[in-house]
Nanobody, 119 residues
């Protein structure tokens, strides 16, 4: 099993920055990719960014140029640096870990952390 624990959410004004962290423990060899999802009220959960163990990254169009995903393999911790935040970035952000089979398939989830951006 894998345990994922997020931290770093909160309330910020539009235009400011936040950094989310996700620490992984347990059977970390059972996944080769990690990713951040988010879910706003009334919306489906959407994939925000992914990063492979080799460091290859992908981003949703809505966050390209503003968000940066990174990973410290020594600490088994993934980060999401969010800059130039907009009110529409308000959501619960979920950390995930999984594998890529044609596309990213998450197997494990964190509990989520709330990000609220005020206008």
């Amino acid at each position: 099993q894998v345990q994922l624990v997020e931290s770093g959410g909160g309330l910020v004004q539009a235009g400011r920055s936040l950094r989310l962290s996700c620490a992984a423990t347990g059977l970390i060899f059972s996944f080769n990719t990690m990713g951040w999802y988010r879910q706003a009220p009334g919306n489906q959960r959407e994939l925000v960014a992914t990063i492979t163990n080799a460091g290859t990254t992908t981003y949703a169009d809505s966050v390209k140029g503003r968000f940066t995903i990174s990973k410290d393999n020594a600490k088994n911790t993934m980060y999401l640096e969010m800059n130039s935040l907009k009110p529409e970035d308000t959501a619960i952000y979920y950390c995930s870990a999984g594998v890529i089979i044609m596309s990213y398939n998450p197997r494990y989830w964190g509990q989520g952390t709330q990000v609220t951006v005020s206008s």
